[in-house]
């Protein structure tokens, strides 16, 4: 008895470390496990707004937590780096942990595909050809020469490369296609394995921060979470900011900054962006994202004046200047600005409504003229007939430049053309892998007393239903040859059933 156990344990090595560790990583159930994780985790990060203030997370939070729990499940979150989510040590450790998995998986069943790929086929007997899943028999009236060609003819209309081998009284025809194909779930495997790498050398070496630029201001730096500066190796300048409205009222249509790229004190490049239309230099991209109104800051008024029949002029002025409109005796002295007037419709007071964003800007004028009575009004910016003077002439409220800011995302990620390209390359392993297959066909034809006849078999590796479609079309093309028939078209086939 002793004995025994004795040679089944010799029989039944115990596998060593190395063994174990490799049928770790090779498990499908680790694959599963970490896709599961890297799923439900990017779900929390995309729900938690990644970068944010706390005030934002937290609102978000008590939606979902209440008020008084939102701050506890905020601190959990933001110890578990949640709201740096993509750039967190744990959530590369998994991208990486993955990336191993998929390289052993590939690495352990790669050579046997390979393998399959490179044995080059054999004829087989006619008794082998009748077993495999795809067979076909019949027999024709013929010459073994002349229905040896009409298969060939058949089989090279069909893409087929085909080899023969004659055995005595038979030709045997094999042939092969799509051998490569098996290569497609690799091919995914790879973009897979890229798509990860590119998103860790983003993670790694790119960043995402914001940066708020006043008109006619500059930067060399962006702003990360916590202050923390990114230098961006050039200065951005913001020539202008300006928001265009829909119709009357204030819903924004379209944001706009030009933006000035500067190095060693020369001007770059120069682009006017939108929110769908940033800026690129070096890697790094501009967004536009937010803006608004700087506090205690005296700007410029661009202002066109047009003398009654005369041209329009540009006019340049502060608050407290006064200017003369071209042409004329008239005075114009600017005694206000509002960013965002409107007036009361039941007392008809004119007021501000917003002084944190110049929503509808309007400055203040007193007109004066020799012999006339002094006129004060107000010229607003997105209703220009407010400019229209009693005497004819019109001002026009262009910009008041120099209080408003910019708000920019500015990221930089140089995984991105790593992914784009394993993006390509993903299409071509899925289409190679569920719209190719392996498809190989053997035709066994034997001569008898003036016929011929023929054992055909197959096998696809997968995509049977079109494989076997296809062998019917080559073998009704070939019969007909061999019949001296001309082939009928298929839709005239079906036509006639």
């Known amino acids: 008895m002793e004995d025994k156990e004795k040679t089944k344990q010799e029989s039944s090595p115990v596998p060593d470390i190395s063994d174990k560790i490799w049928d770790f990583f090779t ?52 110890k578990l780096d949640f709201m740096n989510m993509y750039h967190s040590w744990w959530f590369i450790a998994l991208l990486l942990l993955f990336c191993v998995n998929l ?45 040896k060609d009409a298969f060939l003819n058949s089989l090279s209309a069909a893409g087929f490369r085909v080899f023969e081998a004659a055995e005595g009284d038979s030709v045997e025809l094999y042939t092969q296609k799509g051998r490569y194909s098996r290569l497609g779930l690799y091919i995914v495997h790879l973009s897979i394995f890229l798509i990860f790498i590119g998103a860790i050398i983003g993670a790694r070496f790119g960043f995402n921060a914001m940066l708020n630029i006043p008109e006619g201001g500059t930067s060399d730096v962006a702003y990360q979470r916590g202050g923390k500066q990114i230098p961006l190796g050039f200065t951005v300048k913001c020539n202008w900011y300006r928001t265009d409205y829909y119709g009357d009222t204030d819903m924004p249509q379209e944001f706009q900054s030009e933006l000035v790229i500067i190095e060693n004190g020369r001007e770059i490049l120069t682009k006017v962006i939108e929110v769908n239309s940033p800026l690129t230099y070096k890697g790094i991209k501009l967004y536009q994202s937010s803006y608004g109104l700087m506090s205690d800051v005296e700007g410029v008024f661009d202002l066109r004046v047009t003398p009654r029949g005369g041209q329009e002029t540009a006019v340049y002025a502060k608050l407290g200047d006064t200017f003369v409109i071209p042409g004329t005796n008239v ?21 501000t409504y917003n002084e944190k964003m110049m929503v509808n800007p309007a400055v203040g004028v007193r007109i004066t003229e020799p012999g006339k009575p002094e006129y004060t009004g107000w010229i607003m910016r997105r209703y220009p007939e407010t400019g229209l003077l009693p005497d004819g002439n019109k001002i026009k409220l262009d910009d008041y430049w120099g209080v408003e800011y910019t708000g920019l995302q500015v990221s930089k990620d140089p995984g991105i053309g790593i992914i784009y390209f394993a993006a390509i390359l993903m299409s071509l392993g899925l289409y190679m892998a569920f719209f190719m297959s392996n498809r190989k066909l053997w035709i066994r034809l034997t001569g008898e007393k003036g016929a011929v006849r023929i054992a055909l078999g197959g096998t696809a590796n997968k995509n049977r239903l079109s494989f076997e479609k296809d062998v019917e079309k080559i073998l009704s093309k070939a019969t007909h040859l061999i019949e001296g028939s001309p082939q009928i078209p298929a839709h005239r086939e079906r036509s006639k059933k």
């Open 103 to 147: 390289i052993v998986c590939t690495l352990d069943r790669l050579p046997k595909t390979l393998k399959i790929i490179n044995t080059p086929m054999k004829p087989m007997g006619e008794t082998v050809i009748k077993t495999l899943p795809v067979k076909k028999e019949l027999r024709v009236k013929a010459g073994l020469a002349g229905a």
């Open 331 to 351: 005075k114009v002295e600017i005694i206000n600005f509002s960013p965002a007037l409107a007036k009361d419709p039941m007392t008809g007071k004119l007021f």
């Open 27 to 78: 498990s499908v159930k680790l694959t599963i496990v970490i896709l599961i994780i890297i799923a439900l985790t990017s779900i929390v990060g995309t729900i938690i707004e990644q970068d944010a203030e706390p005030e934002k997370n937290i609102q978000l939070l008590a939606k979902f937590f209440g008020d008084s729990m939102a701050p506890t499940f905020y601190n959990i979150f933001l």
